[in-house]
Nanobody
Framework: VQLQASGGGLVQPGGSLRVSCAAS????????MGWFRQAPGKEREFVAG?????????YYADSVKGRFTISRDNAKNTVYLQMNSLKAEDTAVYYC??????????WGQGTLVTVSS
């Protein structure tokens, strides 16, 4: 299984960015997917999750609710995280993950998002 995250970069506070994660080696449409992040000196934390069919089965950390949107395109084996109204505290390495059973068993390499003026 490979999860390739991309789209990170430098963005100003209040700006927007979309990160993507392309999956291979698994039956993507059968896997729930998630985004996590790890800021410098902090533990990895959950950001957003989406069920295998997408749609209404989405959930977010309170810290990003109303600002971030997770979505998926099963035809492209890709999951996205649209991030709006970015804050300095959103600076982190963002990781995508795929569920294997009840747990997130597969992880990508991460993409760095830096929010700074």
């Amino acid at each position: 299984v490979q999860l390739q995250a991309s789209g990170g970069g430098l963005v100003q506070p209040g700006g927007s960015l979309r990160v993507s994660c392309a999956a291979s080696g698994l039956t993507f449409s059968s896997n729930a997917m998630g985004w996590f992040r790890q800021a410098p000196g902090k533990e990895r934390e959950f950001v957003a999750g989406i069920g295998w069919s997408g749609g209404s089965t989405v959930y977010y950390a309170d810290s990003v609710k109303g600002r971030f949107t997770i979505s998926r395109d099963n035809a492209k084996n890709t999951v996205y995280l649209q991030m709006n109204s970015l804050k300095a505290e959103d600076t982190a390495v963002y990781y995508c993950a795929a569920k294997s059973g009840a747990l997130y068993g597969y992880w990508g390499q991460g993409t760095l998002v830096t929010v700074s003026s």
